[in-house]
């Protein structure tokens, strides 16, 4: 985790967009994560992408990664209240591995 | 069902107690994890169970012992604990894949505090 870097928050409006990023290390990874984790509950793979992309949309969220930068980023669109969570980026363990490790977590605080 | 179970929610303990965690999955996945996760910081690997059998071990100390009895199943067993260790413990499932993304579901985690 000590390698992949996230701001710790980010505070947007409601129905504006929120950009989450990211750095990391690794440029074997085969697959990078975005997981969500709401106050009190475990962690949910929110979306991935496989290295050989540059981008992936996925209803209101959007990956942008850039492998010369090693940097990742995830957008949300029209973000709501219920998106306040803390976002962690997270990279596999190693370059053939599925198992992630996380990056220090984006607080996100949605004000009505 | 796509939910991994955890028990209990809470417990508080002293240091030397000896007591157990428990976590279960129903989805038929043949990979278990166990993660600790202190307050504001990001879920560090504990151990990996595939197909039953310890895979993964990251130099955790011998105070915390898993066990998986079978594949629905993974407990994680405490015994003389230290108050640093107090956190809160993620039990997470997988299909069990070589590779791909073989997709981690999380339980919501058990809050240990050790006095």
């Known amino acids: 985790g000590e390698d992949v870097e996230q701001s710790l928050f980010l505070s947007v409006r409601e129905g504006d967009s929120s950009v989450i990023n990211c750095t990391y290390t690794d440029s074997s990874s085969t697959y990078l994560y975005w997981y969500k984790q709401e106050p009190g509950a475990g962690l949910q793979l929110l979306t991935y992408?496989?290295?050989?992309?540059d981008m992936k949309q996925d209803q209101r969220l959007t990956v942008l990664l850039n492998k010369k930068d090693k940097h990742l980023s995830l957008r949300i669109a029209d973000t709501q209240t219920g998106d306040s969570a803390i976002y962690f980026c997270a990279e596999p363990l190693s370059g053939g591995s599925y198992i992630p490790t996380f990056g220090r977590g984006t607080s996100l605080i949605v004000h009505p | 069902d796509t939910e991994v179970t955890q028990t209990p929610k809470h417990l508080v303990m002293g240091m030397t107690n000896k007591k157990s965690l428990k976590c279960e999955q129903h989805m038929g996945h043949r990979a278990m994890y166990w993660y600790k996760q202190k307050a504001k910081k990001p879920p560090e690997l504990m151990f990996v169970?595939?197909?039953?059998?310890?895979?993964i071990n990251e130099s955790v100390p011998s105070r915390f012992s898993p066990e998986c009895p079978n594949s629905s199943l993974l407990n994680l067993h405490l015994h003389a604990l230290q108050p640093e260790d107090s956190a809160l413990y993620l039990c997470?499932?997988?299909?069990?894949?070589?590779?791909?993304?073989?997709?981690?579901?999380f339980g919501p985690g058990t809050r240990l505090t050790v006095l």
């Open positions: 169970y595939s197909y039953e059998k310890l895979s």
């Open positions: 992408i496989f290295s050989n992309m």
């Open positions: 997470a499932s997988s299909q069990g894949g070589l590779a791909g993304t073989d997709t981690q579901y």
